[in-house]
């Protein structure tokens, strides 16, 4: 199964909003609630910054927030910091054969 | 302070066999289903395989099925990957990940290892 579409990249000045997208298809995306966002600086691991959609994990700046609309996920940032530089991952369930899905990441410049 | 730490990775030639372990401290391990994802030089993230709490359930990815074996010792509080046939496609940092608690899919990943890297090459 392919990976999720995802832009390459986005930027924005500090304080600005930002919104990457993330398309799959009915098999993953649009079928199921359970859409994850990673968060992953330079040398470093990912970090969930977002799950289930919607939900965000303690510690997580309410700056970030997803959704949904058929067959695309979006992770939006608000108040852009110049830490929120980084790259970004979409991660879809895809069903019991192909069980997880992520997109191919976006980097976000922060102007 | 929970934490996985990732080992067992190193340089090897095509066709060879190398096996990864997690450490997992500072949680119950045996209640969390765990991930293994890898990262290719300068590329995006890709799912390897899944390991539900008690071993019942596992998946891999089309691109390491058959030669990988993913499995865990919760008596041990660790996770492994076993790889075979290894493949210079297979060259990456290679991440341990739990699984969200109560998640009802995979996807929602809260803990991550620092990686350890696998690199294939003649």
């Known amino acids: 199964q392919s990976a999720l579409t995802q832009p390459r990249s986005v930027s924005g000045s500090p304080g600005q909003s930002v919104t990457v997208s993330c398309t799959g298809t009915?098999?993953?995306?649009?079928?199921?609630?359970?859409v994850s966002w990673y968060q992953q600086h330079p040398g470093k691991a990912p970090k969930v910054m977002i799950y289930d959609v919607t939900k965000r994990p303690s510690g997580v700046p309410d700056r970030f927030s997803g959704s949904k609309s058929g067959n695309t996920a979006s992770l939006t940032i608000s108040g852009l910091q110049a830490e929120d530089e980084a790259d970004y991952y979409c991660c879809s369930y895809a069903g019991s054969y192909s069980l997880v899905l992520f997109g191919g990441g976006t980097k976000l410049t922060v102007l | 302070e929970v934490q996985l730490v990732e080992s067992g990775g190193g340089l090897v030639k095509p066709g060879e066999s190398l096996r990864l372990s997690c450490a997992a401290s500072g949680f119950t391990f045996s209640g969390y289903s765990m991930n293994w994802v890898r990262q290719a030089p300068g590329k995006g993230l890709e799912w390897v395989s899944s390991i539900s709490s008690s071993s019942s359930f596992i998946y891999y990815a089309d691109s390491v099925k058959g030669r990988f074996t993913i499995s865990r010792d919760n008596a041990k509080n660790s996770l492994y990957l076993q790889m075979n046939n290894l493949r210079v496609e297979d060259t990456a940092v290679y991440y341990c990940?739990?699984?969200?608690?109560?998640?009802?899919?995979?996807?929602?990943?809260?803990?991550w290892g620092k990686g350890t890297t696998v690199t294939v090459s003649s």
């Open positions: 990940a739990r699984v969200g608690y109560g998640s009802g899919s995979y996807v929602h990943m809260d803990v």
């Open positions: 009915s098999s993953d995306v649009g079928g199921y609630n359970y």
